[in-house]
T-cell receptor, first 112, second 113 residues
Framework: DTGVSQNPRHKITKRGQNVTFRCDPI?????LYWYRQTLGQGPEFLTY????????KSRLLSDRFSAERPKGSFSTLEIQRTEQGDSAMYLC??????????FGPGTRLTVT | DAKTTQPNSMESNEEEPVHLPCNHS???????IHWYRQLPSQGPEYVIH???SNVNNRMASLAIAEDRKSSTLILHRATLRDAAVYYC??????????????FGKGTRLSVIA
């Protein structure tokens, strides 16, 4: 399967711990996006990359959040000092210059 | 991005057509209308997009009003697999390229066997 993959699929962590999620986009897609989705809401944009350059960060992305895309391939999203409000589904998507964005299955984070 | 308005939920019988409306009265001349859907426990998936003319693909049809202030996603024969949340999104694609999507709450479609 050559779709977008995300790991882990589920993560349970205690408040205050750091977590890191990985996204592997469709190969040769130059843009990669991170979104967050809470129950009953549509996904909300967090940040996105063109190749290795981070183009935009949402105001939702507090200083506890950091994202990287070294070498323009896979990306990681790290949350430091997690809070209960960080519990959500974290979605990654990738695209080329065409219209569609292709989404991964998401990583569900539960902060206890 | 201009705002869209969709019903919170809709229900359809299996094998019947479904018309999912979207209002976007503040759409600008260069905004494309995109539809994505999200099946349970999955990430969103692209359905269709259009600018002015009606569009058809293997998944659905998109009917766009002449004044472009509303559009309708048409599923010609609903199946149980079409039960999902459907999102109508406007994006000024030509100027901005493939930029982040702005999702609303969408319409939750239930399909009854």
């Amino acid at each position: 399967d050559t779709g977008v993959s995300q790991n882990p699929r589920h993560k349970i962590t205690k408040r205050g711990q750091n977590v890191t999620f990985r996204c592997d986009p469709i190969s040769e897609h130059n843009r990669l996006y991170w979104y967050r989705q809470t129950l009953g809401q549509g996904p909300e944009f967090l940040t996105y990359f063109q190749n290795e350059a981070q183009l935009e960060k949402s105001r939702l992305l507090s200083d506890r959040f950091s994202a990287e895309r070294p070498k323009g391939s896979f990306s990681t999203l790290e949350i430091q000092r997690t809070e209960q409000g960080d519990s959500a589904m974290y979605l990654c998507a990738s695209s080329s210059w065409t219209i569609e964005q292709y989404f991964g299955p998401g990583t569900r984070l539960t902060v206890t | 991005d201009a705002k869209t308005t969709q019903p919170n939920s809709m229900e359809s019988n299996e094998e019947e057509p479904v018309h999912l409306p979207c209002n976007h009265s503040t759409i600008s001349g260069t905004d494309y209308i995109h539809w994505y859907r999200q099946l349970p426990s999955q990430g969103p998936e692209y359905v269709i997009h259009g600018l002015t003319s009606n569009v058809n693909n293997r998944m659905a049809s998109l009917a766009i009003a002449e004044d472009r202030k509303s559009s309708t996603l048409i599923l010609h024969r609903a199946t149980l697999r079409d039960a999902a949340v459907y999102y109508c999104i406007l994006r000024d694609t030509p100027r901005e390229g493939n930029t982040p999507l702005v999702f609303g709450k969408g319409t939750r479609l239930s399909v009854i066997a």
